[in-house]
């Protein structure tokens, strides 16, 4: 009999603690530290005059995605043992709840590593600097954000991809952690970020059509 | 006594077609269609008075680099059984060589295969679509070439990054492999990429900071 509540039971994860919080608690946590962030930046950014509204709804979302791409993300990078750390921790418990979704977490998948490595490293704080880049009016913000959400696109289609390929079935104890974990937790870095690159990228191609004239 | 020349030997390959081309054949055919690419390109692109010798040498690579990632690459991604192949053709032997620096691709790794699909499949048109729009000087070249080394170096990231993680070493038959096909090789990818990224970012920042006075 597997320690662990995970697919495939094969998998072994010696000293396994089990989690401490409910599934209620760890989403409840999450989701009310991320509305605190994003309500947090509304306020503040609104102080500042000259931000339209479209800015400050970005504003939000950076602020929200580059704190769960270095808290959340970050501390699994860098936490290896996090299936088995006593007392577990509230970010110990939030992955031992996220691996029934997808256990390549538990399982220390190389190309989840990699992929959650150069999203926490490289994108979380990137993600921040486009909050300060966007109030400030940058004139890098808009290349900023269409590099950090194409890493985003890149991350989850390797994120997405590896699994069809391998043809593994990840998901436990029914289809909830698959469809609410796996396909619209992650779901979410595809449809921001698509819509953020499109932006960006017409922005950008605005700014030289403006100059076509002139130039050339 | 394992059936092919790469490391690990416990890897099987059941009908592994031994090479029929020589390195050099294979090298040279490689070297030379390419340079073949580099002069037709130059040559063609030097009718177009307008072109500067900087986008002529970016128009040589993204030729160089949007063929390389179809015909190359795209075809290891479409054909799981070059290694088996009889008789086999050019493509099937340059895969079986390369396998010496790299075995994951005789393995049929679902990492390698995800990025080499994301490389063969989206940046391979997109290079060449470079082409066309650094010739035409459109608008949208900047970022394209901006959003298409960026997923060159996020690909050679996950490319480097894996094996150290996981802790294997892949490379065969002494050093040369390991030095020249699978560090010299693809850190081709990593500098061009580099330098082109960091020039399209620096050209579009300024397109940018051109129009800050007027509109702020």
């Known amino acids: 009999m597997a320690e662990h509540p995970y697919v495939p039971q094969s998998l072994h994860l010696p000293g396994y603690v089990p989690m401490q919080l409910s599934v209620i608690e760890i989403l409840s946590g999450y989701g009310l530290s991320s509305l605190g962030v994003v309500l947090l930046v509304w306020f503040v950014s609104g102080q500042f005059r000259h931000l339209r ?55 220390r998948d190389s190309t989840i590593v990699m992929v959650e490595g150069i999203t926490a490293v490289l994108e979380g704080p990137a993600s921040l600097l486009v ?17 950090v959400c194409l890493g985003q696109l890149y991350g989850c289609m390797v994120y997405y991809g590896t699994p069809l390929l391998d043809g593994i079935e990840y998901t436990t104890a029914g289809s909830f952690y698959f469809w609410f974990y796996y396909i619209f937790m992650n779901c979410i870095w595809v449809v921001i970020p698509s819509l953020i690159a499109l932006r960006s990228w017409t922005e950008i191609v605005r700014q030289f059509e403006h100059k076509k004239g002139k130039k050339q």
């Not at 791409?69 to 921790?89: A, M, Q, S, W």
């Not at 418990?93 to 390549?104: A, Q």
Request: charged share 20%.
């Open 53 to 107: 509204g479209v800015e400050r709804t970005l504003m939000c979302w950076w602020a929200f995605t580059g704190l769960t791409h270095i808290i959340l993300e970050g501390y699994f990078v860098f936490t290896p043992d996090f299936y088995k750390r006593k007392p577990p921790n509230y970010l110990d418990d939030v992955w031992k709840e996220y691996c029934k979704g997808d256990s390549r977490y538990a399982a």
């Open 131 to 147: 909050v300060y880049a966007i109030a400030t009016r940058r004139a890098y913000n808009y290349p900023l954000q269409l590099a």
